[in-house]
């Protein structure tokens, strides 16, 4: 069965400073990765995806993430964190043959001024 | 290019009463899925709509039910509400396509059962 994992409930950066966003996956099956957004009192946005071929993804607004078999892990990361990206990020990985998602428990990102 | 789009946004219910709410998905989507997301949690599948049958179903008692009519909208049932069913209810879209197609969120409905 398909599962994820994601190291740390809240992460605080300083602005400017590199963000850096855990996600193991266990699955049976070569996985379909997803990571979302969701800002207070809104659905979840799309920042970017991994199905096949290139195991690094670029996404929106500077995130990108690196697909690493070996390691199981999807981890997202931007450089320089802005002050517009506290929000609650969640990593999500199909589980069934239909394509229903199974997220994380989601990671709490503070930026420090 | 309207998104997903749900209502109402917020609900207050007693215990035992039913509800329902209601999801249209992103223009050019036919596929429709429901999420539960508890205070502080991931969301949890509930179910998914394709051709307006229940395709595929999460851990979720009878008590939930849902529809899909012929323009692929779709509403999810509650019936004999608890309070653990307070949450914020998602839906997802996302076209037929394989595995691997996006699934696009709306912002969801605030159910909260006193």
């Known amino acids: 069965a398909q599962s994820v994992t994601q190291l740390g409930s809240h992460v605080s950066v300083s602005e400017g400073a590199l963000v850096l966003l855990r996600c193991n996956y266990s699955s049976s099956v070569p996985p379909y990765l997803f990571w979302y957004v969701q800002y207070p009192n809104q659905g979840l946005q799309l920042l970017l995806k991994y199905t096949t071929g290139a195991t690094l993804v670029k996404g929106i607004n500077g995130f990108e993430a690196e697909f690493k078999k070996s390691e199981t892990s999807f981890h997202l990361t931007k450089p320089s964190a802005h002050m517009s990206d506290a929000a609650e990020y969640f990593c999500?990985?199909?589980?069934?043959?239909?394509?229903?998602?199974?997220f994380g428990k989601g990671t709490k990102l503070s930026v420090k001024p | 290019d309207a998104g997903v789009t749900q209502s109402p946004t917020h609900l207050i219910k007693t215990r035992g009463q039913q509800v329902t709410l209601r999801c249209s998905p992103k223009s050019g989507h036919d596929t429709v899925s429901w999420y539960q997301q508890a205070l502080g949690q991931g969301p949890q599948f509930i179910f998914q709509?394709?051709?307006?049958?229940?395709?595929q179903r999460g851990n979720f008692p009878d008590r939930f039910s849902g529809h899909q009519f012929p323009n692929y909208s779709s509403e999810l049932n509650v019936n004999a509400l608890l309070l653990g069913d307070s949450a914020l209810y998602l839906c997802?879209?996302?076209?037929?396509?394989?595995?691997?197609?996006?699934?696009?969120f709306g912002d969801g409905t605030r159910l909260s059962i006193l």
């Open positions: 999500a990985v199909y589980g069934g043959s239909q394509g229903n998602l199974i």
């Open positions: 709509y394709y051709e307006e049958e229940e395709r």
């Open positions: 997802a879209s996302s076209s037929t396509g394989g595995l691997g197609q996006p699934q696009h």
